[in-house]
Structures are given as structure tokens and as C-alpha cells.
């Protein structure tokens, strides 16, 4: 049974630049059916796509963030993470990673997030 | 981006009950919806996919119907185990969105 889970600081102060790891055990990260994402939920809110990662390196970002993000693999440890720069006040938040398959047809996939990670809460305050 | 709204925003219901919780997208999604499900504290956990497909685990009480930019979750008779707020997902088209979530709670 696969598992996700966050790790990384949970206390920025504002301009600074937030890095997460999430770490798969219990299945590969090498994948072919599989994206790996990250999904932030500000307190009490909805939920917010950052984006996804394929072992390979292909990513999609959410463009309201892509400016600022950046999500890499790293397969020899299993891992994948998220940078996100500047932070504000605005980017507190719970911050998911996720493992995204899809149904794929005609050369396009339709991901959605079958395997959470249990979310760690990074708030920004100076 | 493709703007997910649910409805209605809060359910007060009781146990045996059966609720539906809708999901409107602001463009055609074609099936390409997810509905979640979320308690304090925990991670949103998939009850569907394109949908309507059930996903393995999730009790049979628990259906999806829809298509195209309307689309509905319903329970057929609510446990206390179901109480929790509910979120749809579409996956049609970069940005991936949510709804703003249905809380479903004791009557």
C-alpha cells in the first residue's frame, strides 16, 4: 500500500521561498501510470492545484502560480517537491501532495488524486 | 479556468437519509469530474472518478451521475461515518479545479 508524506519547514517569514519533499514509500515513484502533485488548502478554504510532476521531469503548473513555482523529482530517493518563492501571507495554507492517474484516451489524460499525503500546514508570518 | 460551483453550500440532513449535493462547471466537462470527501483535520479521500466510477473501498451508498457541466453526488441513506464536507474536482482542462466544498452535517 503506497503512502505519501510531506516534510519541510512550517514557518516562513514573508519574501522568503517554501520548500516541501514528499516522500513515496511503499511503491515507485518511476510510474508510468502516475503524476505527483501538489495541492495547498488555505484555512478553512477550498482546495488550490499547484501542479504535477512526471518522473520523466514533464510538469504542469496552475498558471496563477506558475510564476513562482517550481516541482522536481528526485528518483533515486523516491521523492518529489515543491519551491515556491516570495512567499506572502496569502500562501499560508495545508499543503497536499497527491498521486494523480488518469484515464488517458486519444493521446490526453484526465487526472484526478487518488493517494494524499496527510497535508502539513506552512504559515508565512514575519 | 473553469469555474466549479457546488450547491448547496451547507446540508443539514440525518442519518437515513438520502442527500444529493450538486457540482455546476462554468464550461462543459464532458464526465471528467472527481468528487471527494473530507473530515477535519485529514485529507480529501476519492469516493468517485469520471463521474460516476465508483472507486474500490468506497460503500455502494455512494453514487455520481452527470455530465457535461452538471453533475451530482448522492447518498442513498447517510451514516454517521458520512458526515463531512464533500468536494467536487474537474479534470477536463489545465488548471485542475475544485468546488468550494459542501458541508454535510447532523441535523
Known amino acids: 500500500q503506497a503512502q505519501l508524506q510531506e516534510s519541510g519547514p512550517r514557518l516562513l517569514k514573508p519574501s522568503q521561498t517554501l520548500s516541501l519533499t514528499c516522500t513515496v514509500s511503499?511503491?515507485?515513484?518511476?510510474?508510468?501510470?502516475?503524476?505527483w502533485s501538489w495541492i495547498r488548502q488555505h484555512p478553512g478554504k477550498g482546495l488550490e492545484w499547484i501542479g504535477y510532476?512526471?518522473?520523466?521531469?514533464?510538469?504542469y503548473y496552475n498558471p496563477s502560480l506558475k510564476s513562482r513555482v517550481t516541482i522536481s523529482v528526485d528518483t533515486s530517493k523516491n521523492q518529489f517537491s515543491l519551491k515556491l518563492s516570495s512567499v506572502t501571507a496569502a500562501d499560508t495554507a495545508v499543503y497536499y501532495c497527491?498521486?494523480?492517474?488518469?484515464?488517458?484516451?486519444?493521446?490526453?489524460?484526465?487526472?484526478?488524486?487518488?493517494?494524499w499525503g496527510r497535508g502539513t500546514l506552512v504559515t508565512v508570518s514575519s | 479556468d473553469i469555474q466549479m460551483t457546488q450547491s448547496p453550500s451547507t446540508l443539514s440532513a440525518s442519518v437515513g437519509d438520502r442527500v444529493t449535493i450538486t457540482c455546476r462547471a462554468s464550461?462543459?466537462?464532458?464526465?471528467?469530474l472527481a468528487w471527494y470527501q473530507q473530515k477535519p483535520g485529514k485529507a480529501p479521500k476519492l469516493l468517485i472518478s469520471?463521474?460516476?466510477s465508483l472507486e474500490s473501498g468506497i460503500p455502494s451508498r455512494f453514487s455520481g451521475s452527470g455530465s457535461g457541466t452538471e453533475f451530482t453526488l448522492t447518498i442513498s441513506s447517510l451514516q454517521p461515518d458520512d458526515f463531512a464536507t464533500y468536494f467536487c474536482?474537474?479534470?477536463?482542462?489545465?488548471?485542475?479545479?475544485f468546488g468550494q466544498g459542501t458541508r454535510l452535517e447532523i441535523k
Open positions: 497527491a498521486r494523480a492517474p488518469g484515464y488517458c484516451t486519444d493521446g490526453l489524460c484526465y487526472r484526478y488524486f487518488d493517494l
Open positions: 511503499g511503491g515507485s515513484i518511476n510510474s508510468d501510470d502516475f503524476y
Open positions: 510532476i512526471y518522473y520523466s521531469g514533464r510538469t
Open positions: 464550461q462543459s466537462i464532458s464526465s471528467w
Open positions: 469520471k463521474a460516476s
Open positions: 474536482q474537474q479534470c477536463n482542462s489545465y488548471p485542475y479545479t
